[in-house]
């Protein structure tokens, strides 16, 4: 099960890779370099006007900075017109935030809504319904991620969907406004031939497919990692739903996926050893609630939590003893690099935190990602702090910070604030009725079922 995992990994950051080098408008932003010291850079402020303030900031990267023509978020700070569709599902969920709490009218939210969504249904090229990793925001064109990727990419269509499927529930109003957005998200909803990534009729889903290339990237949506999401939508198409017994061998890997070993006094229920990068437990977890969620290969809440401990434990220890690592400054997960990207992780440690990485895990580990929030504000926030929240990196080793945002980092940070507030965005989307049918199907058993 590690050696598959490690496989997919190693090809989607490979991909990833490779469309960084060879298209210009992705690449990492300039750089600036800082030392650091104790003093605080800004006034001090309850924890409650912090969070405010870093989700009212944060969300001006997916609304005074989204795409003009389409209003889907740019997939990073330099990308010009080259939007992306996860980061959008992400930057949807934030508006519904953005909305609940008053960073903009339910007027504006709803006017962006429909602009987002006429453009994914009017203008976006999809491929049996499954939306491609990046568009061009004025045309709704493929914007190949790489020379193979140049179609469907079914995780990122799951983001997208999981996003959309929120704002649904959200705006549940009986004018004719949100009743049409209502009916036009249930449209791109139905459309999606998830049964269809099972490649022939596999038990398993496939990630990608290429208009001309088809099945070449061959990679199996696979646990543990950030591809739940996809499984839980797929058994809960109304139109093109899976089976169990997919969800059983393709994602689960019939308990392939599970772990079970300890690591810093910390019992790891799935994925590799040390739990992997962190947005593993943030992105589809986003709008499925792992609070008292189980079925028959873990507890969700405790799989979440176990990550998140580990990986702040593992910061703590700070084995390869990089400078600054601390209870105060943890946080591994995907991110920009000096000069690249990486899927940061406790066995893939280059000395980077990313912000995104512990503050999306508030609902997981609220003292100790607070703590991290309060430092990265406080502390770093004169060279950390920007236009739309936090920079996207740093490593404190080499005084390397990072110039850039990116849309599915950006995201998780509003998002799963939100989540460990008020429980918002879990709430919106558990009540779709489908996802309760779906997840049951699966297995799941929980209060949100």
Request: charged share 15%; proline share 5%.
């Amino acid at each position: 099960m590690i050696k598959s995992f490690f496989k997919g990994l190693a090809l989607v950051l490979l991909l990833l890779h490779l469309s960084c080098k060879s298209n210009k408008s992705q690449a990492p932003a300039p750089v600036k370099t800082s030392g650091i010291d104790s003093t605080d850079k800004f006034p001090r402020i309850s924890d409650e006007e912090l969070l405010n303030l870093v989700q009212k900031q944060t969300f001006k990267y997916f609304y005074d900075f989204a795409h003009p023509i389409s209003g889907l978020a740019r997939e990073r700070n330099t990308s010009g017109d080259v939007v992306t569709t996860g980061g959008s599902g992400f930057g949807v969920m934030a508006l519904v935030v953005a909305v609940d709490r008053g960073f903009i009218s339910r007027a504006d939210g709803l006017l962006r809504m429909q602009k987002i969504v006429a453009f994914l249904k009017n203008k976006a090229v999809t491929f049996h319904g499954a939306f491609p990793h990046w568009l061009n925001g004025a045309t709704g064109a493929v914007q190949p991620f790489s020379e193979q990727d140049n179609g469907a990419d079914l995780v990122e269509t799951s983001f997208l969907m999981e996003g959309l499927l929120t704002a649904r529930q959200y705006f549940n109003g009986n004018t004719a406004d949100e009743t049409n957005l209502r009916a036009d998200i249930n449209t791109l909803w139905g459309a999606v031939e998830w049964d269809w990534f099972r490649q022939n009729g596999q038990n398993a889903l496939y990630w990608h497919w290429s208009p001309d290339k088809n099945w070449a990237i061959n990679l199996k949506i696979q646990g543990w990692n950030e591809g739940l999401i996809a499984y839980v939508l797929a058994a809960s198409s109304p139109t093109h739903s899976i089976p169990k017994i997919v969800y059983d061998q393709g994602w689960a890997q019939n308990g392939a996926m599970r772990n079970g070993s300890t690591f810093y006094d910390v019992k790891l229920p799935m994925g590799p050893a040390l739990g992997g990068p962190l947005f593993f437990s943030h992105y589809s977890f986003m709008g499925i609630n792992p609070n008292g969620l189980s079925d028959a290969y873990a507890n969700y809440q405790e799989q979440n939590k176990a990550q998140a401990l580990i990986n702040n434990k593992y910061c703590i220890a700070n084995p390869k003893g990089y400078k600054g690592y601390s209870a105060d400054c943890w946080g591994l997960t995907a991110s920009d690099i000096n000069n690249g990207y990486t899927a940061s992780s406790p066995t893939n440690d280059v000395g980077v935190i990313a912000p995104t990485a512990a503050i999306s895990s508030l609902p997981y580990t609220p003292d100790e990602s607070m703590r991290a929030l309060r430092f990265f504000y406080y502390k770093l926030g004169d060279k950390l702090w920007g236009a739309y929240g936090f920079y996207d990196a740093f490593n404190l080793t080499t005084g390397w910070v990072s110039n850039s945002y990116l849309a599915i980092d950006q995201g998780p940070i509003i998002v799963m604030i939100e989540n460990y507030r008020s429980q918002l965005l879990w709430k919106l989307f558990m009540s779709c009725p489908e996802i309760k049918t779906g997840m049951r199907n699966l297995g799941f058993t929980g209060p949100s079922l």
